[in-house]
């Protein structure tokens, strides 16, 4: 899986390729997924398996995003485990999420409007309230997503948001130190730079 400001740069890219779809509402999509930590869904219920790009939706943009989403969490994680990251870190929890954050920090810059989501994320589609997720909890998740988008990544924010999903707040302070530790690591970094080109 990948981290929500990964998503909208890994997604515009495909948004761009695929063309045919509006971006408001994929961009809605492609973060509504991740919406089950805070609302306490399965991963079943919000996620998509044995995803490929030639089977993104046409006909929906906010289905269209949801399915990039998912596209992208299988795709991502594929190539970093090819590049060999899991030669150089444990596959557990802490390790993997701090490279979801770390990868947050290199996609940032790559991305130039972090405004127009914020103003995106205004807004709240109809596709979301068919899940059961009440429009509370939607907008909760929006307001934290602009936060985080228009501030940008940072120890501090990454413990708010880790706890907000209910991370303890020891582990969600050692997945952040870690996290701002592996910026040191050119080799990880590397892997994040080759996965954003090859997706």
């Given at each position: 899986?990948?981290?929500?400001?990964?998503?909208?740069?890994?997604?515009?890219?495909?948004?761009?390729?695929?063309?045919?779809?509006?971006?408001?509402?994929?961009?809605?999509?492609?973060?509504?997924?991740?919406?089950?930590?805070?609302?306490?869904?399965?991963?079943?219920?919000?996620?998509?398996?044995?995803?490929?790009?030639?089977?993104?939706?046409?006909?929906?943009?906010?289905?269209?995003?949801?399915?990039?989403?998912?596209?992208?969490?299988?795709?991502?994680?594929?190539?970093?485990?090819?590049?060999?990251?899991?030669?150089?870190?444990?596959?557990?929890?802490?390790?993997?999420t701090?490279?979801?954050?770390?990868?947050?920090?290199?996609t940032?810059?790559?991305?130039?409007?972090?405004?127009?989501?914020?103003?995106?994320?205004?807004?709240?589609?109809?596709?979301?309230?068919?899940?059961?997720?009440?429009?509370?909890?939607?907008?909760?998740?929006?307001?934290e997503?602009?936060?985080?988008?228009?501030?940008?990544?940072?120890?501090e924010?990454?413990?708010?948001?880790?706890?907000?999903i209910?991370?303890?707040s020891?582990?969600?302070?050692?997945?952040a130190?870690?996290?701002?530790?592996?910026?040191?690591?050119?080799?990880?970094?590397?892997?994040?730079?080759?996965?954003?080109?090859?997706?």
């Open positions: 899986m990948a981290s929500q400001i990964t998503h909208i740069v890994y997604g515009k890219k495909i948004f761009d390729r695929i063309g045919g779809h509006d971006w408001h509402d994929f961009v809605i999509g492609t973060v509504f997924p991740d919406i089950r930590y805070i609302a306490k869904l399965k991963r079943d219920d919000t996620h998509i398996y044995n995803t490929s790009e030639d089977q993104i939706p046409r006909n929906n943009s906010f289905n269209a995003g949801f399915y990039t989403h998912c596209f992208v969490d299988e795709k991502r994680e594929s190539l970093l485990a090819s590049y060999g990251l899991y030669n150089l870190i444990p596959r557990d929890y802490l390790h993997v701090a490279v979801k954050l770390l990868e947050d920090t290199i940032y810059p790559l991305f130039n409007d972090w405004k127009s989501i914020c103003q995106i994320l205004k807004d709240i589609s109809e596709e979301e309230k068919t899940y059961g997720v009440s429009h509370e909890v939607i907008r909760g998740w929006h307001d997503l602009s936060n985080y988008m228009e501030k940008g990544p940072s120890e924010l990454w413990e708010s948001l880790l706890t907000d209910e991370i303890p020891v582990t969600a302070k050692q997945i130190t870690l996290a701002s530790s592996f910026t040191a690591e050119e080799k990880i970094c590397d892997m994040i730079r080759e996965v954003y080109k090859a997706i």
